[in-house]
């Protein structure tokens, strides 16, 4: 294929995905509102960088390996983790970046 139609085609490719996120921003803030209404979820949820793995997540935050792993199964049902090599998770969004707080106000 010619080089300067795959830069076009990439370019409207681009373009394409920034409309459907900014389209997609206020379900997912809602998704991820319900999903991580605990404080702590949202920092576990926040850690999910690809590179550290559900052991030291559950070292990190002193919970058990288990529990880390039925945390993140179910982030993955909802579409909101992957996992990106065995045992390492990233997350689909970053919090600060749709304006969630990682501190959970109780009224």
Do not use: C
Request: proline share 2%.
């Amino acid at each position: 294929m010619d080089p300067q139609i795959e830069k076009e085609i990439a370019a409207t490719l681009r373009e394409i995905l920034k409309w459907i996120r900014v389209q997609a921003m206020p379900t997912a803030k809602s998704t991820l509102e319900v999903t991580l209404a605990d404080t702590t979820h949202r920092k576990i949820y926040q850690a999910l960088d690809g590179r550290v793995t559900q052991m030291q997540l559950a070292t990190s935050f002193n919970m058990s390996q288990s529990t880390i792993s039925r945390l993140i199964s179910a982030w993955q049902r909802v579409g909101i983790a992957e996992e990106v090599s065995t045992g390492r998770f990233l997350k689909t969004f970053d919090l600060k970046g749709l304006g969630i707080e990682e501190i959970v106000h109780k009224d």
